[in-house]
């Protein structure tokens, strides 16, 4: 395999590697924001890990973050709360950080 070869295998890998670190650190992250609003709409047991999967799957929605930002204000604001947007990003943001932090520590 040429140099060249090599070079081009690696980047491949460090793009698969970095997609799949991206994936799990915002479903990490999704979980965390769910398990934030949840409590403040008062969810446990079983229907806060109904609310984590709904969170979850807003993300599919489309790309970006925006999807679950507006289901978790729509939710929040359905049970009466009034959540500042900017402390919904904050939660978000915070959470990812952490979830990134998480996923890149030596096992």
Do not use: H, Q
């Not at 994936?23 to 709409?41: D, H, I, P, Q, V």
């Not at 993300?59 to 970006?64: A, F, M, S």
């Amino acid at each position: 395999m040429t140099t060249f070869n090599e070079r081009e295998k690696a980047f491949e890998n460090k793009f698969a590697r970095d997609g799949e670190l991206k994936f799990k650190a915002e479903s990490r992250r999704n979980k965390a924001l769910a398990e934030w609003a949840g409590g403040l709409m008062g969810l446990t047991g079983a229907d806060l890990e109904t609310y984590i999967k709904d969170v979850r799957k807003a993300d599919l929605e489309e790309k970006g973050d925006d999807d679950v930002f507006r289901k978790v204000k729509a939710d929040l604001a359905a049970k009466g709360l009034s959540v500042s947007d900017e402390e919904i990003r904050k939660v978000m943001y915070e959470s990812l950080a952490k979830a990134v932090n998480d996923l890149e520590k030596p096992a």
